[in-house]
């Protein structure tokens, strides 16, 4: 019962020592009962007892778990067999009664098989069969009768069989022993705690640091169940002893369930410590970790997956968590989320870089946590959305709102400048608008758009026909889906005049849509649905085809422009499109004009530049279109140089009541005719404005009052209309009426962009 090394395992040694010195005893005791007590008898009754008492002494010691020398263990065995042998000597001499030789050479051979079985060395077992066999032999000799002769011929026989027999068996013992050992020392080159249970949850074997965990002895280990073991032995500072019945619990379900089962203790000074127990053929293995470090990094990694990195409040995944918690308790504890949306974060990320955006992030953060009370979340959704969760009713949702957008809007101070944005905010209510955690997202999320679509830098609640009216935006996708498909969509064309040259010198295509049961719909309504749903590329590339194919008809004096949107640069491929589109209707690509919005240029300024220059390189010209109505316009201008630009409508119509408006144009000009770029005017609907306008130096104009769009075939005969040319050079002179007559006037009162009035 050695330990192998410091490795201490718990062998199974303990229980065969037992059996074994059990097997002594009952040899020696059997054949007593069964003597009669013969004098002869007697004598040989006195050693058996003693050696009974010899044989007893190592199982009593095994149970009360003393460890007992090697010695013990070797002695009463050979006394044993010596007694056994005495006895099997008496037995067969005459005149000892039958019975009784019988039980005499049964003890003998007793003894020899349990010294074969013994895990004694060979020698001394073979000793110990000597001392068993060698007196059966010869009182068996002494006997003289041929049936005498032939159980000597048998006692030899086995005596000589005896090395062979016991070789094998203890062959097989020490490669158990040996696998036993591989384990062992396996186990403890693992730096884990690990511990073997067999039946009964019974301490099969364990390493240094499991009997370290348990302050025992391999010895002592040894036999012990783990219900013991953890309840009295563990070692470890446990914060609540309640875990020892919690881990005995999880002990006992590995098992049952046969499935590994964890638990994470706590321990004084912060520690922890994980125990598992997974179940194994007859029983269960126990592993112990310090899982302090593991843990520590685990939260840290879990904090860093819920937090936003540049404002370090909760993030998109860390908020839904949290709505849908306050979602479950609505009923009784209503709340409100706001949807919050920064105005102009793209332009100032755009021009200042992403460094001063990531700091204007942050400050809008700290606004935002400065206003939420205690209990209430703050959290960004990414990009420049934020959301707040707060226990309010309707009315006080509503000021909380309006606050947030003055707070957001006060100016910033970064990196020496000083800067001003806005914010928009979609207000939804738990449980008014609904307790669902997804749907309350969408209905502030359409609040904020609705918000967004009235001017920025304003809130509202969300209300049912915003849920309508986003239903409707999806009917109109699929159908637009459909409607390209079918050729539902046409290309119509307003002509753009030349005040120098007197004609029609460009026409713009814009796409109009026969819905088969809507009849004619606007642009404005289906342009930001087919952008945001990705199908302005097709529908992108169809325009241009087409518009490609109409105005080669048209004289080579007359350029076409065609509007790109800013999404169609987000996704890519924009100047191989036109390329190709170019190439397979061979038409001119000094006759194209891209129209492009400063919007399209504010998401992604380098991206876009150099699809421009690849146009550019290709022939085609470049219009800035509806300049004035974004951020910082001049310095666009002359960063992006384009051929042309083009003034929003809302400048000529604000031009007779804001002296503002005129003033703004005529820096455009100076600036424009400094950076030798075209300058155009939309939206001229009145002879007025014409005036104004050439008399401040415009060089195109566009408007209703010289046509409002038309269909192709219309187009292509007004721009090759000869009669047309004499007529538009009296634009040059204001007091010739007729300036006009070669495009009927149109009342702009009639002509608005409703559906039924575009065609
Ligand atoms: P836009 O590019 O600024 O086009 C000019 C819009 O002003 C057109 O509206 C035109 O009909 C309208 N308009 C022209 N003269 C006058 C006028 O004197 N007074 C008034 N009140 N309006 C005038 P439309 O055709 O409804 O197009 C609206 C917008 O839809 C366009 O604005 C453009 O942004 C977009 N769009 C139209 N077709 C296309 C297209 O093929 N591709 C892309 N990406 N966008 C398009
Ligand atoms: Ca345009
Ligand atoms: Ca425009």
């Keep these: 019962m050695a330990e192998s090394g410091g490795a201490a395992a718990v062998r199974r040694g303990g229980s065969q020592g ?10 020696v005791a059997a054949p007593l009962l069964v003597c009669r007590f013969s004098t002869l008898a007697d004598a040989a009754a006195v050693a058996f007892l003693l050696t009974v008492v010899l044989c007893a002494v190592p199982p009593v010691a095994a149970l009360a778990k003393f460890d007992l020398p090697e010695e013990w263990l070797v002695w009463p065995g050979a006394l ?12 067969v001499t005459p005149p000892v009664p039958a019975d009784m030789r019988t039980a005499g050479a049964l003890a003998a051979l007793g003894q020899a098989v349990l010294a074969m079985e013994s895990d004694a060395p060979q020698p001394l077992a073979r000793w110990r069969g000597a001392l068993a066999l060698g007196p059966l032999a010869v009182g068996l000799a002494l006997r003289q009768t041929p049936d005498a002769y032939v159980g000597v011929a048998g006692v030899l026989a086995l005596f000589l069989a005896f090395p062979l027999i016991s070789r094998r068996i203890q062959r097989v013992a020490q490669t158990e022993t040996e696998a036993e050992t591989r384990l062992t020392s396996a186990l403890n080159g693992v730096n884990q705690c690990f511990g073997l249970f067999g039946k009964g949850q019974v301490c099969l074997s364990g390493n240094s640091e499991f009997l370290r965990l348990f302050k025992l002895t391999a010895h002592e280990a040894r036999g012990r169940t783990l219900n013991d073991m ?21 002990a006992a379900a590995a098992q049952k369930k046969k499935l590994r089962q964890k638990l994470c203790v706590d321990l004084a000074g912060d520690r922890i410590m994980e125990f598992a127990f997974s179940p194994t053929p007859d029983g269960l293995s126990m592993q112990v970790e310090d899982a302090t470090r593991r843990r520590a990094e685990e939260v840290r990694i879990e904090r860093m997956a819920r937090t936003d990195d540049v404002t370090g409040m909760a993030n998109r995944a860390a908020f839904r968590e949290l709505l849908e918690q306050a979602a479950a308790e609505a009923a009784s504890n209503p709340f409100a989320i706001f949807m919050i949306d920064l105005d102009r974060f793209k332009q100032v990320n755009d021009t200042m870089g992403h460094a001063a955006g990531d700091k204007l992030l942050s400050r809008v953060a700290k606004r935002l946590l400065d206003l939420a009370a205690e209990g209430e979340e703050v959290a960004r959704l990414g990009g420049d959305e934020f959301v707040v969760l707060a226990r309010m009713n309707r009315e006080e949702s509503g000021h909380f709102a309006a606050r947030i957008v003055e707070a957001v809007s006060e100016p910033y101070q970064i990196e020496g400048s000083k800067l001003l944005i806005g914010a928009s905010v979609g207000v939804a209510l738990a449980p008014e608008d609904s307790s669902d955690a997804s749907d309350l997202m969408k209905a502030a999320d359409m609040a904020l758009y609705a918000a967004k679509d009235g001017g920025r830098g304003g809130w509202r609640y969300f209300t049912r026909d915003m849920g309508e009216n986003a239903r409707r935006r999806q009917q109109i996708e699929q159908d637009l889906r459909i409607g390209i498909g079918r050729n539902e969509l046409e290309v119509h064309y307003q002509p753009i005049i030349s005040f120098a040259k007197r004609r029609i010198c460009c026409c713009e295509a814009l796409v109009r849509w026969r819905h088969p049961t809507q009849g004619m719909i606007s642009p404005g309504l289906f342009i930001p649905i087919a952008e945001e749903s990705g199908l302005i590329v097709p529908l992108g590339e169809y325009v241009l085809r087409q518009a490609c194919e109409d105005a080669k008809s048209w004289p080579r004096t007359v350029r076409v422009a065609v509007n790109f949107s800013a999404h169609q640069f987000a996704r890519g491929g924009v100047a191989e499109m036109v390329r190709r589109a170019l190439r397979d209707t061979k038409f001119p690509p000094n006759r194209l004009e891209a129209e492009i919005t400063e919007s399209a240029l504010m998401s992604d300024a380098d991206n876009v530049l150099a699809t421009l220059d690849e ?68 939206g001229v609907e009145t002879q007025e404005q014409l005036e104004i306008l050439r008399a401040n130096g415009a060089d195109e104009a566009q408007g209703f009052l010289f046509s409002k769009p038309r269909p192709a075939n219309e187009i292509a005969r007004l721009v090759s209309d000869p009669a047309q040319l004499p007529r538009a050079r009296k634009l040059n002179n204001p007091d010739d009426a007729s300036w006009t007559s070669p495009f009927e006037r149109v009342d702009p009162n009639v002509v608005a962009l409703r559906p039924e009035s575009i065609s």
């Design 230 to 250: 953890m309840t009295r032995r563990l070692a470890l500072p446990l914060k609540d002893r309640g875990d020892i019945d919690r881990l005995l619990d999880l």
């Design 80 to 91: 044993a067999a010596l007694a056994a042998g005495a006895m099997a000597f008496v037995s």
């Design 18 to 27: 037992l059996l074994y010195n059990l097997a002594c005893a009952l040899c």
């Design 615 to 682: 146009l550019r390189d290709m022939g085609v010209r470049v219009a800035l279109d509806d300049f004035g109505t974004g951020y910082s316009s001049l310095a666009y201008l002359s960063r992006f140089r384009p051929d042309k630009v083009k003034i929003d409508q809302s400048f000529v119509r604000e031009m007779g009541k804001n002296a503002a408006s005129l003033a703004i144009i005529k820096a455009v000009r100076a600036l424009a005719k400094e950076l030798n770029i075209d300058m155009l005017v939309e």
